[in-house]
């Protein structure tokens, strides 16, 4: 009897221990994935600006006349939201 105990703690100990290094595995892949996530999103972030900073350089007037109309456009939508409040 005394043994059958001994040998489902020993068990039961080992599908722990098994559990607890998956779940650490699982949570530093999740880890690195995320790492890896982030850098491409920066990335990403910083090409875009480059690449915008490199449009606006080759392309100002135009450019200045699209934020402004951007702008208008925002500006006529907040002020007629605005009014019908």
Known sequence: MLDT???QLSNTARRASQLSNAMAEA???GVAM???????VADAAEEFMEDTQQ???????ETVVAALAIGAVFGTLIGLFARRK
Do not use: A, F, Y
């Not at 995320?34 to 491409?40: A, C, D, E, S, V």
């Not at 449009?55 to 007037?61: C, D, G, Q």
């Open 5 to 7: 105990v001994t040998d």
């Open 55 to 61: 449009r606006i350089k080759r392309h100002p007037v």
């Open 27 to 29: 949570l530093e892949d």
């Open 34 to 40: 995320t790492k890896r996530t982030g850098k491409h």
